[in-house]
């Protein structure tokens, strides 16, 4: 059974960097393609950035470009996301998710199968 984990997640302010890691369990490393999503109060689930399963090609919603960074660890079944200057707007509950390792990059929710519960974060200005 695959589960996945966020943590990381805080309050911060505006300007500063957090990290946020997310843990796969019950499979192996680099068996999907995983992808980080937010969901802000009242907004729908979007697609912040995603990884393909070996690492080789990734995807940045253009809200986020240049400010964070998606990488992945498949020894140590994890995946990161480097957020850099963040702005009171990145404000919501991050969700890490895995999806088949299609050749293309997933880019909406309901191209993943598998989800953790989230982590919070909170930029204050």
């Known amino acids: 059974q695959v589960q996945l984990a966020e943590s990381g997640g805080g309050l911060v302010q505006a300007g500063d960097s957090l990290r946020l890691s997310c843990l796969l369990s019950g499979s192996t490393g680099g068996t999907y393609n995983m992808g980080w999503f937010r969901q802000a109060p009242g907004k729908e689930r979007e697609i912040v950035s995603a990884i393909m399963w070996n690492g080789g090609s990734t995807y940045y919603a253009d809200s986020v470009k240049g400010r964070f960074t998606i990488s992945r660890d498949n020894a140590k079944n994890t995946l990161y996301l480097q957020m850099n200057s963040v702005k009171p707007e990145d404000t919501a509950v991050y969700y890490c998710?895995?999806?088949?390792?299609?050749?293309?990059?997933?880019?909406?929710?309901?191209?993943?199968?598998?989800w953790g519960r989230g982590t919070q974060v909170t930029v204050a200005s």
């Open positions: 998710a895995a999806g088949v390792p299609w050749l293309r990059l997933q880019t909406t929710p309901g191209q993943y199968a598998y």
